[in-house]
């Protein structure tokens, strides 16, 4: 399997290429430190595999679908520090296959990038601890269409979600979070379009079943 490293960190990715180089399955066809350079090295190798640090400097998760709309067949195993369980759903939905954490041990590291490259899904156990914490089955997930319309909500939308979902109007949340009124209109009508919704209620049934909120804060709300 032909791989590419996508990692803006010199150490990081020294180590993984030392690590994959052990496999003689695998040849690392290139390196690319920033979205824009993946995007490059996709279109110039032939590459079956992209092992990515979506969070490290000059990389974000919207990478995922831009790979995937120049090559589908293209897979991807995240290897990321601690991410929330709303993040690593998202990632899931942008694209990525297989995810583990960056302090996995070198065994596991190998057997998630052997797994993605036969066609199969590899999630650590860190990583499925953290996901079925969150009462997200990760077998329930519908991966395949995850890959045509990609979801992705950011960390400062989460915010405003989790923020609406607590009832802060626009102008308690730009007080909250320091923004201005229209700035904060412009993320819920974005918040709104990516998660296919057409009013509060929508938002505030997303945070529930995301549980970026506990549906018990609206069972046991005071009457007023």
């Known amino acids: 399997m032909n791989l590419i490293l996508a990692d803006s960190n010199d150490l990081i990715r020294i180590g993984l290429r030392a690590i ?8 690392i066809v290139s390196e690319a430190h920033s979205s824009e350079e993946l995007l490059a090295q996709v279109k110039s190798f032939d590459t079956s595999l992209v092992l990515i640090d979506y969070t490290s400097n000059g990389f974000n998760i919207d990478i995922i679908p831009k790979v995937l709309s120049i090559n589908k067949r293209i897979r991807f195993v995240a290897i990321t520090a601690e991410q929330s369980p709303q993040t690593l759903v ?3 939905r942008s694209g ?109 049934m997303y945070a529930v079943k995301t549980n970026l909120v506990s549906p018990n804060k609206f069972l046991f709300a005071p009457v007023a």
Do not use: P, W
Not at 20 to 27: D, F, G, Q, V, Y
Not at 102 to 110: M, T
Not at 140 to 159: G, P, T, Y
């Open 20 to 27: 994959l180089s052990t496999e003689r399955a695998i040849t």
């Open 96 to 204: 990525i296959s297989s995810y583990i954490k960056k302090d996995c041990d070198v065994n596991e590291i190998l057997m998630a990038v052997k797994e993605t490259g036969n066609g199969n899904k590899f999630f650590c156990g860190q990583i499925l601890e953290s996901i079925q914490r969150a009462n997200i089955d990760v077998n329930d997930l519908d991966f395949e269409s995850f890959s045509c319309e990609a979801v992705v909500v950011s960390e400062r939308e989460n915010e405003i979600i989790i923020l609406i979902a607590e009832g802060l109007t626009n102008e308690q949340i730009a007080i909250q979070l320091f923004l201005s009124k229209h700035t904060v209109n412009t993320h819920r009508k974005n918040i709104m379009a990516k998660l296919g919704v057409k009013n509060t209620a929508g938002i505030v």
């Open 90 to 92: 998202d990632a899931l």
